[in-house]
């Protein structure tokens, strides 16, 4: 399995930025259930989850980020999308692109990180 990360960037507080991230690999060519989602880090402090959205379409997000980022995905593609409104300096971190198949092992993937910078 590989997950191809894009679309980080600089932006202005209050602008927006679209994250990409495109899986391939044999176990999309299956019924398992996938969990794809975004994490973040930003410098010095833990990684959190932002968004995770599975096969189905269920989404989660953290609070932090509610009404203002929403995950989607295009199962044909393979690819799950982060679009990010109101940025805010806080949001300013290395984003990186998680899939989760919880009935399969090795259940865990990560793609490479995408920094996300927001200015004020």
């Known amino acids: 399995v590989q997950l191809q990360a894009s679309g980080g960037g600089l932006v202005q507080a209050g602008g927006s930025l679209r994250l990409s991230c495109a899986a391939s690999g044999s176990i999309f060519s299956s019924n398992l259930i996938k969990v794809m989602g975004w994490y973040r880090q930003a410098s010095g402090k833990q990684s959190e989850l932002v968004a995770s959205i599975t096969t189905g379409g269920n989404t989660n997000y953290a609070d932090s980020v509610k009404g203002r980022f929403t995950i989607s995905r295009d199962n044909a593609k393979n690819t799950v999308y982060l679009q990010m409104d109101s940025l805010k300096p806080d949001d300013t971190a290395v984003y990186y692109c998680?899939?989760?198949?919880?009935?399969?092992?090795?259940?865990?993937?990560w793609g490479q990180g995408t920094q996300v910078t927001v200015s004020s």
């Open positions: 998680r899939l989760v198949v919880p009935n399969y092992a090795p259940s865990n993937y």
